[in-house]
C-alpha cells in the first residue's frame, strides 16, 4: 500500500489515479472466498471454484492493465505506473502467503 499511496503523493505524478488499484485489492479475494465458503470437498472438479479462479485471475489482470493504460494515455506518469505495479506484486504476494498458509490442514492456524 505504500508504493500505491507513493505513486499518487509523489509531485508531478499524476494525482489520485493509481489508488482505484486498491478497489481490486478488495474485490480480488472475494470470489475465491465465496467459493471456497459453498464448495463440497470431493476432490473432483468443482465448476464453481473453477469459475471463482476465473474471475479472480481476470480481476488481477484487470488491477495490472488500469495503471499500464493510465500510463499510456498520459493520465499519470510512467514512475507512478511502476510504483503501482510494484505495489500490485506486494499485495498479490501477501495474499497468496495468506491463502496458502491458512488452508493448510496439518497446522494451528486453520482454526480461522
Not at 54 to 68: A, D, H, K
Not at 72 to 92: D, E, F, K, P, S
Amino acid at each position: 500500500m505504500t508504493l500505491v499511496i507513493l505513486a499518487c503523493a509523489l509531485p508531478n505524478f499524476g494525482l489520485w489515479w493509481p489508488f482505484f488499484v486498491v478497489l481490486f485489492y478488495v474485490l480480488v479475494p472475494i470470489p475465491t472466498l465465496m467459493a471456497r465458503r459453498y464448495s463440497d470437498h470431493s476432490g473432483g472438479s468443482n465448476s464453481c471454484m473453477e469459475a471463482a479462479i476465473f474471475i479472480t485471475m481476470g480481476l488481477l489482470v484487470s488491477s495490472f492493465g488500469l495503471p499500464i493504460v493510465l500510463a499510456r494515455v498520459a493520465t499519470i506518469q510512467a514512475g507512478a505506473c511502476y510504483l503501482t505495479l510494484a505495489g500490485n506484486v506486494v499485495v498479490y504476494a501477501t495474499l497468496l502467503g495468506f491463502f496458502l498458509t491458512f488452508d493448510q490442514e496439518d497446522s494451528d492456524y486453520n482454526m480461522w
